[in-house]
């Protein structure tokens, strides 16, 4: 479900699998499940909806919580 919801966050911004984006979106999406979502469509809403484009999923922080 997780990964499916990953599949549809790449096919609406057009944009080829990166294994440092899948990484963070496969990490997001859990932490969505965990806060209730329980579709992959719901997951992949929010998924498409917090991170907008290729670019918002580069993680240059040392931690989770410095990223802003």
């Given at each position: ?17 990166d294994d440092e984006a ?47």
């Amino acid at each position: 479900m997780l990964a499916e919801a990953v599949v549809e966050w790449y096919s609406f911004y057009e944009v080829p699998p990166d294994d440092e984006a899948s990484s963070a979106l496969v990490g997001a999406a859990l932490d969505f499940f965990r806060d209730g979502y329980q579709t992959t469509e719901d997951i992949a809403v929010m998924l498409i909806g917090t991170y907008i484009g290729i670019w918002s999923t580069k993680v240059n922080a040392p931690t989770s919580a410095a990223i802003h």
